[in-house]
């Protein structure tokens, strides 16, 4: 995308500065702050607002992590497509056999180094940092969150 730092293996990470820097921390200090206040200031509802403090990190960790899976669930579907149009017909019936993580890695290979890739991962069980470290060719994804 234009005006985009070109993305590699490197400095592929999303990091949602609201949320990684503003958002956790805070939810983060708020269960300290309670702990703190409950020690200083027992009482049940000190215990009341550990328990809600608690349960704002769960629902802060959870919110970041569903459309995580939503979007792992359209990469595989869009690497599925893709793998079975590059892929020669032996190892396009292998398809199904890659794992979730090693669909969404080979999303950062390029056309031409997907099938060699998707076999090599196939044949020794790549993990996902593997696939994205043997990108030769980073086809980046500027939209994932």
Known sequence: MAGQTAQTYANHTRW??????FVV????INVLVTIWNLIKNPSLAAGWFVILAI????????????????QDRVIRLEERLRLAQLLPGPLRSRIGDLTEAQLVA??????????ALAEKALKSGMSQKEIKQAVASWRADYFRV
Do not use: I, N, Q
């Open 16 to 21: 949602d500065p609201v949320y990684h820097f």
């Open 25 to 28: 921390p805070v939810a983060g």
């Open 55 to 70: 349960a704002a990190v769960v629902a802060v960790l959870k919110l970041r992590l569903y459309p995580l899976k939503a």
């Open 106 to 115: 080979l999303r950062f290979a390029c056309d031409g180094e997907a099938p």
